[in-house]
Each structure stands twice: as C-alpha cells, then as structure tokens.
C-alpha cells in the first residue's frame, strides 16, 4: 500500500526565516512521483513543487526547494525567506508511474509570523 | 488556464437528504476525481473516473456515488446525507496519465454541512 506521513500538524516561522516540512512515503514500487501542494485560505490547492523519483538532483522552484532521500523514503520541503503569503495548509502527496491516484498526506499549517 | 469549477463553496443540507455536488472542467482532460478533505486526515480519494461513463472507487466510497455523463461534468452524489459526511469536498482534473507531466488541478471546494 503507500501512504504519505506529515509528522508536523502544525509549524510556524518568522517572515523571512528558512522553514522545513517533514514528509515521509512508503511505496514498493521504483517509478513514482511525489509533490508538495500549498492550500491557502481561498482552499485552491496550488502545486509548489514536483520530484520525479528517477530523478536524483533535488527539485528546485524559487524560494521552495526539496531534501529528496530516497533509500529514506523522506520528502521535505524547504521555504527560504518565508513570506506573509506562504501561510498555507502544505501537502505532501504521492503518485505511482501510469496510475491517476494522488496519496496525500494529513497536511502541515504553515504560520508566516511577521 | 484550466478551470475546475465547483457548482457551491457552502452548501447546508438535512440529514437524509439526496446531494449533488458538480464539478465541471473546461480543459477536455480525461480524468476526474473526487477527494474529501478533513482535518488531521488530509486528503482521502472517494472515486474517480477515466472517461465517460467510466468510474472507480476510491479509499472511501462509501455512502457516494458517482456519475459521469459527459467528459467535463463529474457528480458527486450522496444518496442519503449523514451527520459524519459533513466536509470539505474537492473536484480534481488531469489529462490522462503520461508519465511525465503529471498535474492535477483542483477546483476550490465545497464545505459540506449535514444537519
């Protein structure tokens, strides 16, 4: 079966800090993806940042990056120079080569304190 | 841009009653998807659907049901509401699976209250 884990229910950082959100998986399979979403108060889940898991270098998007451990089976995401905006519900989520069906985690609320 | 549009973001119904919940696409994508979003539960998927007329279950679609007439419209239907289906609902589309450019997009919910 895989499943997502998110550790951390809740996480707060002061603006312009570096947080990191904790993700763990679990698949048996070697092809899969796994993503970070950002829900924030309008509730539009928005895609932060994707790790193809054939993909050794860690994804990279801006402010937002990823610790991609794979023989750990950890996922994490990195927010540098965290913004007023950046406060969110964070998923982590899964996604096997070939199949449709997203596997989220239970959510990280990221606070951004000014 | 993609749109996933959600027919209500509030919607209050009695215990018992029949719901409809509609998500329309404007992208042509073949899959859609419905999840149920509850706190400290995260995202749990309810069904989703290939195409037309096609639907599959997903970790819990018990007390839903489905329909798919068309390719832009996906219905999520609660037969009969109950208390413990109070939630927040999201529409998801995506193109068919290729492998590599996997996206899904959401519309923005809709808060379920069952009374």
């Known amino acids: 079966a895989q499943t997502v884990t998110q550790s951390q229910p809740e996480m707060s950082v002061q603006e312009a800090e570096t947080v990191t959100l904790s993700c763990t998986y679990d698949?048996?399979?070697?092809?899969?993806?796994l993503f970070w979403y950002k829900q924030p108060p309008s509730r539009q889940m928005i895609l932060v940042i994707r790790?193809?898991?054939?993909?050794?270098q860690n994804a990279t998007e801006n402010r937002f990056s990823v610790n991609f451990q794979k023989a750990a089976k950890s996922f994490s995401l990195k927010i540098s120079d965290s913004q007023l905006g950046d406060t969110a519900m964070y998923f982590c989520?899964?996604?096997?080569?070939?199949?449709?069906?997203?596997?989220f985690g239970t959510g990280t609320r990221l606070q951004v304190f000014p | 841009d993609v749109k996933v549009t959600q027919s209500s973001r509030y919607l209050v119904k009695r215990t018992g009653e029949k719901v409809f919940l509609e998500c329309v696409q404007d992208?042509?994508?073949?899959?859609m998807f419905w999840y149920r979003q509850d706190p400290g539960l995260g995202l749990r998927l309810i069904y989703f659907?290939?195409?037309?007329?096609?639907?599959e279950k997903g970790d819990i679609p018990e007390g839903y049901s489905v329909s798919r007439e068309k390719k832009e419209r996906f219905s999520l239907i609660l037969e009969s509401a109950s208390t413990n289906q109070t939630s927040m609902y999201l529409c998801?589309?995506?193109?068919?699976?290729?492998?590599?450019?996997?996206?899904?997009?959401f519309g923005s919910g809709t808060q379920l209250s069952v009374l």
């Open positions: 998801a589309s995506t193109y068919a699976s290729t492998g590599i450019n996997e996206k899904l997009f």
């Open positions: 698949t048996s399979e070697n092809n899969y993806y």
């Open positions: 790790q193809e898991a054939y993909k050794q």
């Open positions: 989520a899964s996604l096997i080569y070939n199949t449709d069906k997203l596997i």
């Open positions: 992208m042509d994508h073949e899959n």
């Open positions: 659907s290939y195409d037309v007329k096609m639907k």
